[in-house]
């Protein structure tokens, strides 16, 4: 480790974001470019440096500094030299010196003890004086904070973010209870804040903390995909977070009720507790729900009249159960339609959508995912986007989710019809259903028996067990769909019935192997040679869909080896260590978590921005096109086009996509789909996972591992439970006198 000490002549390069900065440092007249973390270092600033030199491939000799100490100026040449740098704004070179000439080594004690002589000096008013001694001030003051918060282990990123949010403040909530930091500053959490609280030495069992851990576990209980706990369950999971007994955890409900951060339930017996934005999602979207849910009066005779107009224009022709939700369409306010695969849903949808259109109606269609809105435009020959396109994403406040339409700007059409409904969350059904006004008529299709939402909820499925709406369940599997064994066979998995694995079908495959890695092999010929060519795709299109993320066959081996053959190093292509992942130009990658302020763009084939916005979600698939070492991004051109250039300090965000979990799979489609299957948790390998990962696959799915574990799965109906609400907040609303309304 050597130290470097000089002024900072100027920067080159900083990111606003995490600090990161190219700079060059005058030492002993000698320039010395220096990168690394200087949120805090303004130009004509005195600091010295620990680090190394370094050799970068394209910009040569540089110091990469792990740590810096900013020194006062103390001589009249580095005081003069700061002031006239542009740090202090007002001030230029021959001020500066005019100042210095003035007041010499004293300069400093007099900006900050006796600011009103600064007036001495021609050229600064009274109001430039003061100006100037808030500015130094300020630096100083910041420069404290950072020295105050990196002896509690937080990093420097973070701790300018704590020093924005409470400026000086920052001593006392520090000291007295860091656990705010986990309420008010994104990228803080609970481990984080209690991580400080323990350096700080606030007492286990504190007020603060048992708080703050309760609300914690409910954060981390809604990335399970809870909407509640049950007292006793989150009393447990607190009680083995804290280290602290059950007995100090329960006292502390009450108090967090009265504070409006819980809500508390008698459910089925037990006390559900909420943290209180899920708690009011689940109420108001079950109202809103029951506000929509209006019937009109169309005679039978009108309907099918129009429907058999449309087989006749189209070909199509319905069987009774489709005629039926065609029907409920045209009379309900809200419907909802299920089936599986083959049962007919998008011929259903396409008659719905041209019945519509003979009404002279306005419809809009929409999916949860940009490739299940592609999907959805490619059936039926309309116009598709994703729910939050819909609703006009605007980046929201601090990273949060905000949408342009909403209850006070509601969407401007008749009918909004939604597929994929099993894969919507609480949280994203709010917001849509906000954005419907009362008389636009809402179609929410999907399938049922598919995994729920990856966020918290299971929406599709209260919404049906309500027993409170119009459903129409298709179960008919049509003539063209039976000759796909794929389709066949999802309906044998879901009815819990023996699947034939003789390897005889055209689109259905079980290769039985017993071993982890002749598995690896086996799914690297079929994904590398065999099945490019048999479905007329690339081996990027054909997806591996695997139960786990650990293990010899969860998503994080199978990348690592799949990346190594799909995507070797070359000196043509460029890489970015993150973490224990190295990302190369055309990788095949995902978007872990939904970031609704990272920009994207379309471009034109000239590289023109056709169009911009901002939103990228979990789940969202692309290719690395481009990693520059300079600007410090990656570029990835995901699935619909939309590019986006990725700060490296984001690339947590993302994780190699050459296999997936099933889980993560929902609401896409791949030509062909390969699942290694060789053992897991009774509670994860069950019929449902199975389900969902078989109707993945459009013309081949190919099963490789045991048969055994396959039969298991599909006789293993345990699904871990849910704690959701909806359905009763449904419920309850018949209880406040709320009920069908009639449109003549």
């Known amino acids: 480790m050597e130290k470097i000490t000089g002024f900072v002549d100027h920067i080159i390069f900083r990111n606003a ?8 440092l005058v030492c002993k007249d000698e320039e010395v470019t220096c990168v690394g973390s200087f949120s805090a270092v303004s130009e004509g600033e005195n600091i010295e440096v620990s680090g190394e030199y370094t050799t970068h491939p394209t910009y040569g000799k540089q110091f990469r500094a792990s740590s810096f100490e900013v020194k006062e100026p103390t001589d009249e040449l580095s005081i003069e030299r700061y002031l006239g740098s542009g740090a202090v704004k007002g001030v230029g070179t021959a001020l500066a010196a005019r100042i210095v000439r003035r007041f010499k080594a004293d300069t400093f004690r007099i900006i900050e003890e006796e600011p009103e002589r600064l007036a001495e000096v021609k050229g600064i008013s009274e109001r430039l004086a003061r100006e100037i001694a808030d500015q130094v001030t300020e630096k100083r003051e910041l420069r404290q904070a950072m020295i105050f918060l990196q002896q509690y282990g937080i990093s420097l990123t973070l701790a300018v973010k704590i020093y924005q949010q409470y400026g000086q403040e920052v001593y006392g909530i520090i000291r007295e209870n860091p656990y705010r930091l986990a309420d008010d500053i994104d990228g803080v959490g609970f481990k984080i804040a209690d991580e400080i609280a323990s350096r ?5 069992d504190s007020d603060f903390r048992i708080r703050s851990g309760i609300l914690y576990v409910l954060l981390q209980a809604a990335g399970e995909g809870h909407t509640y706990l049950p007292e006793g369950e989150l009393t447990r999971r607190t009680s083995e977070l804290l280290n ?9 409900y009450m108090d967090l009720a009265i504070e409006r951060k819980l809500m ?9 507790i909420y943290a209180s934005s899920f708690y009011f999602m689940e109420a108001n979207v079950a109202a809103m729900l029951r506000q929509l849910d209006v019937r009109y009066d169309v005679a039978d005779l009108e309907i099918e009249q129009r429907v058999n107009k449309i087989e006749k224009q189209t070909g199509m022709v319905l069987d009774e159960k489709q005629l039926d939700a065609v029907k409920e369409a045209v009379r309900s306010g809200l419907l909802v339609i299920t089936g599986g695969p083959g049962t007919g849903k998008t011929t259903t949808i396409n008659t719905v959508i041209r019945y519509f259109e003979m009404e002279g109606l306005d419809i809009f269609l929409a999916a949860p995912t940009g490739r299940a809105a592609k999907r959805m435009s490619e059936m039926t020959g309309y116009g598709a986007r994703t729910i939050h396109r819909m609703l006009e994403l605007n980046g929201g406040v601090n990273g949060g989710e905000g949408f342009e339409r909403n209850e006070n700007n509601p969407l401007e059409t008749d009918v909004v019809i939604v597929d994929e409904m099993s894969m919507v969350d609480i949280s994203l059904m709010n917001s849509l259903l906000k954005a419907v006004a009362q008389g636009t008529r ?11 939402s990856v966020g918290p909820g299971s929406v599709l499925k209260d919404i049906i067990d309500s027993e409170a709406f119009h459903v129409v369940k298709l179960t008919k599997i049509f003539r063209q769909a039976s000759q796909s064994d794929i389709i066949v066979n999802a309906h044998k998995i879901n009815r819990g019935e023996a699947v034939t694995l003789d390897n005889k079908s055209m689109d259905f495959f079980f290769l039985k192997r017993y071993d982890a890695d002749v598995i690896i092999n086996v799914v690297l010929q079929l994904v590398k040679q065999k099945l490019p060519k048999f479905v007329d795709a690339t081996p990027y299109d054909i997806q591996v869909l695997t139960p786990m993320r650990k293990g010899n066959l969860g998503v994080e081996r199978l990348n690592a080896i799949l990346q190594q053959y799909l995507n070797p190093p070359s000196d043509e292509k460029k890489e970015r260590e993150q973490g224990d992942k190295i990302f190369r130009e055309g990788d095949k990658v995902m978007q872990t978590k939904n970031n609704y302020q990272l920009e994207w763009e379309i471009r034109s084939r000239y590289g023109f921005a056709v169009e911009k916005g901002t939103g990228v979600f979990n789940g969202d698939m692309g290719i690395v096109k481009e990693i520059n070492d300079y600007t410090e991004t990656m570029t990835v051109v995901y699935d619909d086009e939309k590019v986006v250039d990725y700060p490296f300090k984001l690339l947590e965000e993302l994780e190699h996509a050459y296999a997936i979990t099933i889980h993560k799979s929902q609401g896409s489609e791949y030509p062909a789909a390969v699942i290694p299957l060789l053992s897991g948790p009774k509670m994860l390998m069950n019929r449902n996972l199975l389900y969902t990962a078989v109707t993945r696959a459009r013309k081949c799915v190919t099963l490789v591992g045991n048969d055994i574990c396959f039969a298991d799965m599909i006789n293993n109906m345990s699904e871990q439970r849910r704690y959701c609400g909806l359905r009763e907040r449904i419920k309850e609303q018949d209880g406040n006198g709320s009920g069908e309304g009639t449109v003549a």
């Open 200 to 204: 700080i030495g606030i007492r286990t």
């Open 264 to 272: 508390m339930k008698e459910t089925d017996g037990e006390t559900a």
């Open 17 to 24: 974001d995490n600090g990161y900065t190219v700079m060059v």
């Open 442 to 452: 809402l179609v929410l299709v999907g399938d049922v028996n598919q995994l729920p």
């Open 244 to 252: 602290v007994d059950c007995d100090y955890i329960s006292k502390h």
